[in-house]
C-alpha cells in the first residue's frame, strides 16, 4: 500500500555547535502535494445503480401510493361532500380526511425522489416515509369507520353512508391489514437488502 504524506509536515534536524548544552535548531518545512492514484480509487466501495425491487419500491412510492390516495379522494368527493353540505358539522371531517391523504401523497412522492435520485440518507427517509404513510392511511380508515360512516347512517335512514366505502364496510379488517403487510415488506427490505446498502453509500 503507497504511503501518504500529509500536505504540510516539518523535519527537524538538531546540530550540535560543540557544547554539550548548546544546540542550533534549523527547520525544514517540506510541502508535497496530495496524489490520487488508482490504488486510491480502488480503495473506495463501488456503488451500483438503482436496479432491481429498488425500481419497483420507487415506483411504488411514485404510483401505486398516489393512485390510491387519487381514488379514496375521488370517492370522498363524490359521496361525502353531498352529505357534509346536509350537515356541517362533519366539514371537519370532511378536512381532517383531505389532509391525511395528501399528506400521505406528499411523503410518498418525496420517498421516490430521494431514492431515485440517491440523496444522502435516502434509505433512512424512506423507511421514516413508509411508518408515516402507513399511520396516515390507518388514521383515515379510522376515520372513516370510526366517525364518517356511523354520522352518515345517522343522517341517512336508507343506508346511504355505507355506500362511500362499500367494500371497507364489508371488510374493515383487510383495509386496516394491508397497509401494514406493504410496511412489513418494504421495510425489511430496506434494512436487509445488500443492494440497498451498496447503491445508497454514507
Keep these: 500500500m503507497p504511503h501518504y504524506q500529509s500536505p504540510a509536515t516539518t523535519a527537524v534536524r538538531i546540530i550540535s555547535t560543540g557544547s554539550a548544552h548548546h544546540y542550533t535548531y534549523h527547520y525544514k518545512a517540506s510541502v508535497k502535494p496530495y496524489r490520487f492514484t488508482m490504488s486510491t480509487l480502488a480503495m473506495q466501495p463501488a456503488i451500483k445503480n438503482v436496479r432491481g425491487w429498488l425500481i419497483v419500491l420507487i415506483l411504488w412510492f411514485a404510483f401505486w401510493i398516489p393512485v390510491g390516495v387519487q381514488e379514496d379522494l375521488e370517492a370522498i368527493e363524490k359521496f361525502f361532500a353531498p352529505m357534509v353540505a346536509q350537515n356541517p358539522a362533519l366539514n371537519t371531517l370532511f378536512t381532517v380526511c383531505f389532509v391525511l391523504l395528501w399528506s400521505a401523497l406528499i411523503v410518498s412522492i418525496y420517498c421516490a425522489y430521494v431514492l431515485a435520485f440517491r ?46 366505502y362499500p367494500a371497507l364496510s364489508r ?32
Design 119 to 164: 440523496k444522502p440518507g435516502a434509505p433512512v427517509v424512506a423507511r421514516r416515509g413508509l411508518v408515516l404513510i402507513v399511520l396516515l392511511k390507518l388514521s383515515f380508515y379510522g376515520v372513516v369507520l370510526l366517525l364518517v360512516q356511523p354520522a352518515f347512517r345517522e343522517i341517512a335512514s336508507n343506508g346511504l353512508g355505507r355506500l362511500a
Design 171 to 202: 371488510e374493515p379488517f383487510g383495509f386496516l391489514v394491508k397497509p401494514l403487510v406493504w410496511l412489513a415488506i418494504w421495510f425489511t427490505y430496506l434494512v436487509r437488502s445488500k443492494r440497498v446498502s451498496e447503491t445508497y453509500v454514507a
